[in-house]
Every structure is written in C-alpha cells, then in structure tokens.
C-alpha cells in the first residue's frame, strides 16, 4: 500500500512539473510576442517625430502652393483685364479712324462741288477759310488716329503676348494643383501607414496580454497550492504579521510599481537598478517555493513569506536556494542578472492573495 501511494506521489510531482513547465513555455513565449510588438512601437514612437516632420514639410508644401497659385490668379486677372482693355481701345481707335476718313472725303467732295461753282465767287471766297480751318482740324485728328494706328500692330502683339503669358500662367496653374493634390495624398498615405501600425501593434499586445493574464491566472493556481493558505486575513494583518520588508537589492527604482512600460504594458512589480553581479537578498524570511528558469525574466525566485504573501524575484543569473528551503530576512539567494532590455536590473514583485501589491508599501 505504502508503495502505491509514493509511487502516486511520484507520478503526480511529474505531472504537475510537466504542467508548470508548459505553462511557463507558454508565458515566455507570449512575452516575446509583447516585447517584439512593444520594440515596433518604439520604432514607430522614434520615427513619428520624424514622419511628423514630414508632414508639416508637406503642409508648408501645400501652403506654399496654395499661395503661388493666388498670385497667378491675380496675375491671370490682371492680364484678362489689360486684354479687355487693349481691345476696347483697338476697337474704338479702328472706328473713329474709319468715321474720320469718311468725313473727311465728304468734306472734300463738299469743297469740290463748291469750287466748280463759279457764279458765287465771293461765296466761295468767304467760306473756303472757313473750310479750310474746318480741314486742317481734321487733318490734326486723323494724324493723331494715324499715329494711333500704327500703334494697333504693337497694341495687337501685346495682346497676344499676354495671351501668352496667360495661357503659361494657368498651366503653372493647373501643375500646382495637380501638384497640391499629390502632396496631399502623400500626406494622408503617411498618416494612414502610421496609424495602421501603431493600430496593429496595440491590437497585438492587447490579445497577447489577455492570454498573458489567463496563462499568469492558472500559474498563480498551480503556485499557490504549494504556498502555506491562511483563510480570513486582510493585509493590514499580513503586514504586522511579516513586519518591515529589506530592500533586496542596493540600487535606484528605475521601475515603479503600476508604471506604464513598453507597449503601454503596466508594471506589476518594481525594477531596481543595479550592478551585474550584485547579491540579491529576501525581503523577509520564508519558504522557497520555486526556484528556477522562466521565460521573460531569466532565472526567478518565489518565497513564501507565509499569511498568503509571496515575493517574486526576476532577472536573476544564478541562485542559491532551492525548492523547499528556507530563507532568512537579508540572506543572500542570488545573483543579478540582465533584464530582457540587456540591463542589469532585478524584477520584484509582491503578491497578497495573488493579487500584485505595491512592494514599496513594505519597506
């Protein structure tokens, strides 16, 4: 009988190592999903300043555009205008050329008839000064039309000058729209790419955390069966029961408890700062109850600290205690290690009823 039960016994400390063995495989990996998709958001942080350059470049872009292309339309206008203009007067010049040419030649005519009447000598007398007054006032005025004429070759060439200029000109036009239509689609594509990977990568970390927190869940369940169980103990009690916690380590908080990491992942312990190499000691005095490799924090130490506390020690290099030992307040059971950041830096975390609480409180 007694030989049923130790092999009993055997076979279920195989089985249930098996089982934590694969439930930390499982952790380690997921971690290293959050930490690959938590480096792309850093990326993604360190090149937004960057893209966000880009952006403004273009929008000064777009500014800068938008601004030449008000100038050519006023320009446009301006030679619209002065077309307009140019034409009147071409056309009013031509007119009152014609209407002057054809006074003139009845005039003429007038004197013509006037002379051959030879009966009214003196009537002619009197009124060819007259006449003649009468002629040479229009002879001014269509030399003045005269000189203006010759001026509506060089009018008309202007004229198609700036026709010219104009036709150039909302062409320049039509390129710089076509051109502030690329810019703004560069820029939104930018946008676009940028928020569709910061989405992506959140996304990630949100559904690796939730399996994160299952797979953590039943760790906490298959820990705390080996953990000594007081029922009906609220922490204040637990505090006075267990006492002053000791720092484990010298060093500075470069973590603090509920602080918001890499991904926007909170912390549910401290980080402290220190030497490669320095001596970690237990905060209080209790039992080992896990002693070992865990994926996402290297090697890792759980003491008991009885009344339902436990203390979890990551990032260690090495340690000196084993399942099943016990440990005095400030004695020594490892070595630091690297974090995962490749940074000499100890992971502790404290639970009170597998809840994560601030270790701070307790030294």
């Given amino acids: 009988m007694k030989k049923w039960v130790v092999f009993f016994f055997i076979i279920s400390s195989i089985s249930y190592g098996d089982q934590l063995s694969d439930m930390k495989k499982k952790m380690g990996d997921i971690e290293k999903g959050i930490k690959k998709s938590s480096k792309e958001i850093k990326v993604i942080g360190q090149n937004r300043e960057l893209i966000k350059k880009q952006i403004s470049d273009l929008e000064n872009e777009l500014k800068k555009i938008e601004s030449e292309k008000k100038e050519l ?3 446009i206008s301006s030679l619209s205008k002065k077309i307009d203009y140019s034409k009147r007067n071409l056309n009013f010049s031509s007119e009152e050329l014609k209407i002057k040419n054809r006074e003139y030649n009845a005039k003429l005519e007038a004197w013509n008839r006037v002379k051959k009447n030879k009966t009214e000598k003196d009537y002619v007398q009197s009124k060819k000064r007259n006449f003649k007054e009468l002629l040479y006032a229009d002879l001014e005025t ?3 039309i005269r000189v203006v004429q010759k001026d509506i070759d060089l009018v008309k060439n202007d004229i198609e000058k700036d026709r010219r200029e104009q ?5 320049i036009l039509a390129q710089k729209e076509r051109q502030g239509e690329r810019k703004k689609r560069e820029k939104d594509t930018l946008i676009a790419q940028l928020n569709k990977k910061e989405i992506y990568h959140k996304k990630n970390i949100s559904t690796l955390e939730i399996k994160k927190k299952n797979i953590a869940k039943e760790i906490d369940r298959i820990i705390i069966e080996r953990a000594r169980k007081v029922k009906n103990i609220d922490i204040s009690t637990a505090k006075s029961k267990i006492g002053k916690m000791k720092k484990p380590l010298n060093g500075r908080y470069a973590v603090t408890f509920g602080q918001k990491k890499q991904g926007n992942v909170t912390s549910s312990g401290i980080e402290i700062a220190s030497s490669l190499g320095s001596r970690v000691k237990s905060a209080a005095s209790g039992k080992v109850i896990y002693a070992g490799k865990f994926q996402g924090l290297g090697k890792v130490v759980m003491v008991d600290y009885g009344y339902n506390m436990i203390g979890i020690y990551g990032n260690l290099i090495s340690h000196y205690v084993k399942v099943g030992s016990i440990v005095k ?8 290690g690297m974090s995962t950041d490749g940074k000499p830096s ?3 975390e404290l639970r ?4 994560a609480i601030n270790p701070l409180l307790m030294f």
């Fill in 73 to 75: 339309l006023i320009k």
């Fill in 142 to 144: 269509l030399e003045h």
């Fill in 167 to 171: 036709t150039r000109l909302k062409n």
């Fill in 329 to 336: 307040k400030g004695q020594d059971i490892g070595i630091l």
């Fill in 346 to 348: 100890l992971y502790y």
């Fill in 352 to 355: 009170f009823n597998l809840k």
